[in-house]
């Protein structure tokens, strides 16, 4: 696989909402690798306002995310939306998928009109949220089989 966005064609990369099923198999992969299965959903899969978003490359899903309404205290804002379970399978790392995927997840939530964006970052993915704009609120705190994380944020009006 080549390592850089500019060398793959733009027709061979769609974005779109899926189930939250369909998330399953990228959150094992990357998420929750050696875990059973069940530790890959989340409460809010399937309610209406939670919404699913693949990016796939040539047809093959190889990124997912996941916006849930959840009001943070951290945050005076209304309407605020979580991310969730967000990864790239391992093979398509380092090719901007994932920035492609949390962009189209903003820029939708922004056309819903939502104030804000926040979530629990792991640490090795800091930069990645830095770069595209978050800001981590509060110390580093752990999450019992996961690791240590800071929560991030973002103003989304």
Not at 40 to 63: E, P
Request: glycine share 8%; charged share 20%.
């Amino acid at each position: 696989m080549q390592n850089s966005l500019d060398t793959l064609s733009q027709k061979d990369i769609t974005i779109q909402p899926i189930k939250g099923s369909d998330t399953i198999p990228v959150r094992h992969a990357v998420l929750r690798q050696g875990k059973p299965i069940e530790a890959c959903y989340i409460l809010q899969d399937d309610l209406s306002n939670t919404y699913h978003f693949g990016l796939f490359y040539k047809n093959q899903l190889a990124g997912v995310c996941t916006f849930v309404a959840d009001q943070s205290p951290l945050f005076k804002d209304s309407n605020q939306y979580r991310l969730r379970a967000m990864g790239v399978l391992e093979e398509f790392q380092g090719l901007q998928f994932g920035k492609l995927l949390l962009t189209h997840g903003v820029n939708f939530l922004k056309s819903k009109n939502i104030n804000k964006l926040w979530f629990n970052a792991r640490i090795v993915a800091l930069n990645f949220y830095k770069k595209n704009g978050f800001e981590t609120i509060g110390t580093q705190f752990n999450i019992p089989e996961v690791g240590p994380h800071y929560t991030m944020h973002k103003s989304l009006k």
